[in-house]
């Protein structure tokens, strides 16, 4: 019986599995993939139970009414605010409305994995950039663009250093691309930066007419991972040609209503964002006392670590011990482990689970 190879893009031969991975279980301290320490703020539950009964119907087709105020918001208008399920949702849209097979995406590395994947899906082809002394090298990237070059991605603060590019120089980074190349800027961990002097890529490169598209999302400091809800904002163009390649029901019911409930508690924000770098100190010191020393820098809720051999090695050890961290090979940081800060009690698994394993490495 055939499993149907011959009828597969070979291209795709380039791309990982995509195979189902088993969730961490309810008591697992779940350190792998940067999600908030805390749940959905109380205003999303009431509206997520507020939603409940209307399941029957389908969502707001292309989300109008978040669209409309998250264009409120961040002053544009809206047909420039497209919502999506999720941030990287939004990667793979902008390289269906960008790329075509043979064109070129400009990409730090390491840095978020579907910048990568997501260009190749396309058949266009990742110009992986090295960072500088674990900083992304802006100098080096601009070189690389060349007139194939339709895309060049940034992460600010990157995944998995955790460290921002400095404002001043992204913004002129930005206003020295080519006409033909659109600037795609991360801002996932936007939220828990400090506001005084952050790099804001709406309001300082957007809104003021440039060539840049800008992701967001509610999957980090709003407790949103489950529901799968983030959003772009850019030219009107690149907006109009990402919502043709958009499925029409992309972001469910309760996505749309919680995350419209979340927007107004500004104060809550605040609280998390404090918080986190409570919980962010106290996993440096949790790892520092095991002899590991994390990346110094990071501003979002997560922390690299060089553990000086093959870092998959150890993040399955680590598994053993109900303890999932991201093991650094798939965004080009073998040697490395990405760790994110958690609760008290993950933090106590993550201690007794690093007594256990660093004490029996290499048996």
Known sequence: MSDGARLVRRSLELLPPGDP????????????????????????????????????????????????????????????????????????????????????????????????????????????????ESRVDLEAMRASVTARTRLVFVATPNNPTGLVIPRDELIAFVAALPDHVLAVIDEAYFDYLDPVGRLDAIADIVRVGGDALVLRTFSKLYGLAGLRVGYAVGPTAVVAAIRKVQRGYDVGSLAQAAALASLADTAEVQRRRAANGVAVAALVSTLRAHGLEPLAGSVANFVLVDVGNDAGRLAAKLLE???????????????????????????????????????????
């Open 321 to 363: 011990q109900r303890v999932a961290v991201q093991a650094g090979e798939v965004f080009g940081a073998p040697t490395a482990l990405r760790i994110g800060a958690g609760s008290d009690a993950d933090l106590a698994l993550l201690d007794a689970a690093l007594g256990v394993v660093l004490d029996n490495r290499g048996r």
């Open 21 to 132: 991975v088993a969730s961490p279980a309810a008591d697992d301290a779940s350190l792998g993939l940067n999600e908030g320490v805390d749940g959905a703020f109380p205003s999303a539950l009431a509206a997520i139970a507020d939603a409940v009964p209307r399941l029957n119907r389908y969502p707001g087709r292309g989300s109008d009414v978040l669209v409309s105020a998250l264009a409120a918001r961040h002053d544009v208008q809206p047909t420039q605010v497209v919502v999506t399920a999720g941030a990287d949702a939004g990667i793979g849209y902008v390289c269906q409305a960008v790329l075509d097979a043979g064109d070129e995406a400009v990409i730090p590395w390491p840095s978020f994995p579907s910048f990568v994947r997501d260009t190749q899906k396309r058949d266009a082809l990742p110009v992986t950039v090295p960072l500088r």
